[in-house]
């Protein structure tokens, strides 16, 4: 395997004749000048290219739907096709709350002037409030219909209900949203809710997310470089080289089909940290090697220490992407696919690209400043208090392992959202007034009885009430509902059951009826809209309970849908593949540990360490009650990488000066002494470059950023302390003093 890794290096860094020995003499001179090369212009020229292709040719806007959580090959969204071949869909809604004195006749021309608008723009399919489709407002507050549609509790407000097609509605919600700006008052404030509305504002929040910190993590990660390395030449390389590897996997992707979405809005800023892990180490052994004056070709020795623990740094980093391939939810497979390209991109152009600058720069021979010095000042520190940082973070270990189990996977929908914002404001007074969250209920009779007859019409009535009656629901529209609504109409009472239905099917009303029950009257659709404020229990268990009172009333609950439904089946396979999935990772790192220490007792040690990265991330999440959502949640797996990564590194070096007969006793801490310039330098810049993902207006990325920050710390701790600490355990007193 080394013979192989040797052949490709040399494959690689064979020195093309780019500098006389006059240039070299010249550029020695001064330590802060480096010349380019042949080799080096063509890497600009590419990357001007490739920035040219990326703007022009890739779509880098975040595009969320609203069937976001899952494919539509994923057995969880198969009831939501079910339901759409058996009844005609008309849940995909937008609403506006209008607050004012909705018994004036100006509050309802106000109401009739919105919605007249309102139908006309393409991408509405429909509009329905106290002007378009109650005769008025007395009638509305009597319907059993249009009072629990349109009227909000306090009957302080009223809804304007606005059916969307889902192919136009990101491109009609902000003609939407100028209208309510235009038409809101004192005495007619309007409030915009919905999950399409919500889908449009996540999009939003992604796309200033990624155009700002891509720009400031660009900033904070260039000048840590500069200020640890103090050179130009490196510095740019570091730019051309983890630039390069953002964008070419962004237009790999883009030729894949993949888009960029919920999680892959933050894939440039992963893939610059996987290219800048493998530049970090690679830029310190050189330095070493310039030390040590052994060589006169300190890069290709550097990429020969450094390119076999960064090959297995990708492959771990592969592996847990590839993990998130397995599972069946939309994001996290877009995540992983998207990974396993950066993956291999990173390394890529770690060592296609970097080694042509790092071979333009000279030694750098210049003082100490005070930046070494505060390094050295901490290093000396942590060096004496080492006892208690190996006591402290085994003794967090421990405190967080039980909340692993308390981990809040399924957070409110109102979670997204910033406290006291104006979205977020809105969102609960329509959740307040008739839930915000949809769930879909398609029931049938246990005897197998048609829904079209009187005895039907009653049990499908016990069922509504008992429905309403629970806490976690809001409105409910059904069938029953919309009977009721029709036998208000002059001489209906005459009608039978079958022929209003069939009356309700026709053109001229909207065939609403096609909506809740099947053309074989066999089986109907209970629309819920559910509350999101005061949830304390996971969704699924929320439906668990609905499901019961289903089959207390005599129905059978034949299929569930809704996005409530898909964001409570989206948090069981967070907590599934975040949780229970970390531990498969850790099994395969256990694996490559063994392959890269050859021990099975140091493979053993190095389990234990990484173990404990993402128990203390995941336990102290859960602890602080933090959501971990969707976004936030591959933190984790980052951070475990982060801890992988640094000890693979640690223990080829070990394996190295263990080969040259060193004295058993200082192995370790020469070992350390070593990396602790770079694992310092790469956690410093995980802290500060995703310590900006906090300034955010989104939680969700507040949460990740903040996650990988702490876990990028841990993680250095445990490689630097814990895991020297467990392997000395493993070798024995005698092997590794």
């Keep these: 395997m080394n013979q192989l890794y040797r052949g490709i290096i040399d494959f690689i860094l064979t020195p093309p004749k780019i500098r006389s020995r006059r240039q070299v003499n010249k550029s020695m001179m001064n330590p802060y000048i480096f ?36 494919s539509s090959s994923d057995p969880q969204f198969q009831d939501e096709i079910l339901i759409s071949h058996l009844f005609v ?42 002007a378009r489709g109650p005769q008025d407002i007395q009638n509305a507050l009597q319907s059993p219909l ?89 510095l740019f390389g570091v730019i051309i080289s983890c630039m390069n590897a953002s964008m070419w996997t962004l237009m790999i992707i883009h030729i894949l089909g993949i888009k960029i979405g919920l999680l892959t809005a933050n894939l440039a800023t992963i893939v610059f940290v996987l290219t ?24 290709k020795e550097a990429v020969h220490l450094t390119f076999s623990p960064s090959f297995w740094c990708m492959s771990t980093s592969l592996l847990g992407f590839l993990s998130l391939l397995l599972v069946p939810a939309q994001p996290l497979k877009e995540l992983g696919a998207s990974g396993i390209v950066g993956s291999l991109v990173a390394l890529s152009a770690a060592y296609g690209i970097y080694p042509a600058f790092l071979r333009m720069v000279n030694p750098i021979s210049s003082k100490r400043n005070c930046l070494d010095r505060f390094q050295e000042k901490m290093e000396y520190f942590l060096e004496k208090k080492k006892k208690l940082i190996i006591f402290s973070i085994l003794a967090l270990f421990l405190a967080a392992l039980p909340g692993l189990w308390k981990a809040n996977t399924d957070p409110s929908l109102l ?29 049938k009779t246990t005897s197998g009885e048609k829904l079209d007859t009187n005895k039907a019409y009653g049990q499908l009535w016990e069922l509504q009430k008992s429905l309403e009656q629970n806490p976690a629901v809001g409105t409910v529209i059904s069938l029953p509902v919309l009977m009721a609504e029709a036998k208000l109409a002059p ?128 336990g102290t999440v859960s602890w602080l009650r933090i959501p971990l959502d969707i976004v936030s ?82 993680a250095a701790l445990t490689a630097l302390f814990v895991m020297p600490f467990l392997s000395r355990r493993a070798w024995g007193k005698d092997d590794c003093g």
């Design 35 to 70: 010349k380019l090369s042949k080799e080096v212009r063509v890497f600009l020229g590419l990357t001007i290219i490739s920035a040219l292709v990326l703007f022009n040719y890739v779509n880098l806007v975040p595009r969320v739907d609203n069937n976001f959580f899952f």
């Design 89 to 130: 869909r008309k849940d995909t809604l937008l609403i506006i709350n209008a607050t004012g004195p909705i018994e004036s006749s100006v509050y309802m021309q106000k109401v009739n002037d919105l919605g007249q608008i309102l139908v006309k723009l393409r991408g509405i399919t429909g509009v329905k409030s106290i």
């Design 146 to 234: 249009w009072h629990r549609l349109l009227i909000a509790k306090d009957q302080r407000s009223t809804n304007i209900i606005i059916l969307l097609q889902d192919s136009f509605s990101y491109a009609v919600i902000p003609k939407i949203e100028k209208l309510v700006s235009q038409y809101s008052r004192p005495d007619f404030q309007l409030i915009m809710s919905g999950p399409p509305y919500i889908v449009e504002l996540i999009s939003r929040h992604l796309l200033k997310d990624i155009t700002l910190f891509t720009l400031l993590a660009l900033i904070i990660f260039g000048g840590v470089i500069f200020l640890i390395f103090r050179s130009k030449g490196i």
């Design 276 to 299: 800048l892990s493998h530049i970090i180490f690679l830029t310190f052994n050189w330095k070493y090697f310039c030390s040590q004056a052994q060589s006169p070709d300190h890069v």
């Design 415 to 443: 979670s997204y959202f910033a406290k006291n914002s104006n979205i977020e404001k809105g969102l609960v007074f329509i959740d307040h007034n008739g839930g915000s969250s949809p769930l879909i209920l398609v029931i």
């Design 491 to 618: 001489f209906a009472s005459f009608l039978s059951w079958e022929w209003l239905l069939n009356i309700l099917k026709q053109t001229q009303f909207d065939e609403i009826a096609n909506s809740f029950i099947t053309e074989d009257h066999q089986e109907g659709l209970f629309l819920l809209r559910m509350n999101e404020s005061n949830r304390t229990i996971p969704r699924l268990e929320v439906i668990n309970e609905i499901k019961k009172i289903v089959s207390a009333n005599g129905f059978t609950t034949e299929l569930v849908g809704g996005i409530y439904s898909l964001q409570g089946h989206l948090s069981k396979l967070i907590a599934t593949s975040v949780i229970f999935g970390l531990g498969q990772l850790i099994i395969i790192f256990s694996l490559i540990a063994w392959i890269v220490s050859r021990s099975l007792k140091i493979a053993f040690a190095i389990t234990l360490s990484i173990c404990v990265i993402p128990v203390i991330v995941i």
């Design 633 to 714: 949640a591959p933190a984790c797996n980052i951070a475990l990488g982060l801890g992988i990564d640094s000890m693979i590194h640690m223990i080829r070096f070990y394996r190295r000066q263990k080969n040259k007969n060193e004295d058993n006793a200082l192995l370790w801490q020469s070992t350390r002494h070593h990396f602790w310039q770079p694992i310092g330098t790469f956690t410093l810049v995980m802290v500060l470059g995703f310590g900006i993902f906090t300034l955010s207006d989104f939680p969700s990325t507040q949460r990740f950023g903040a996650a990988v920050a702490f876990g990028a710390l841990i």
